[in-house]
């Protein structure tokens, strides 16, 4: 089992940055796809981005090509969503969420093929 627990949201005006934290638990993560996902209020939960198990491999969503950066630190068994030029339309709920990664090479943008989640943290981005 892994546990998982955002951090970092909050209001911030368009232009801005803010930095998403997610603390795993249970397992390490170096085994794990640890993925962002979001949420915003009537609309379906989409993918972010993602960085492979092996942590050679990130991937992003279209919509935050250019500004979003994922990383991840094995040692301290965390993964950071960095958002830059922030805007309005990135308001959302956003998720963590793992799954095991070897041997799985497809379904990294799909919500349904990851295990594990975290709560959610708010982005706001104010115009």
């Known amino acids: 089992q892994v546990q998982l627990v955002e951090s970092g949201g909050g209001l911030v005006q368009a232009g801005g940055s803010l930095r998403l934290s997610c603390a795993a638990s249970g397992r390490t993560i170096g085994n794990y796809d640890a993925a962002w996902f979001r949420q915003a209020p009537g609309k379906e939960r989409e993918f972010v981005a993602v960085v492979r198990w092996s942590g050679s491999n990130t991937y992003y969503a279209d919509s935050g090509k250019g500004r979003f950066s994922i990383s991840r630190d094995i040692a301290k068994n965390t993964v950071s969503l960095q958002m830059n030029s922030l805007k309005p339309e990135d308001t959302a709920v956003y998720y963590c969420?793992?799954?095991?990664?070897?041997?799985?090479?497809?379904?990294?943008?799909?919500?349904?093929?990851?295990?594990?989640w975290g709560q959610g943290t708010q982005v706001t981005v104010t115009s």
């Open positions: 969420a793992a799954r095991w990664g070897p041997h799985i090479y497809s379904g990294h943008d799909t919500s349904s093929t990851y295990a594990y």
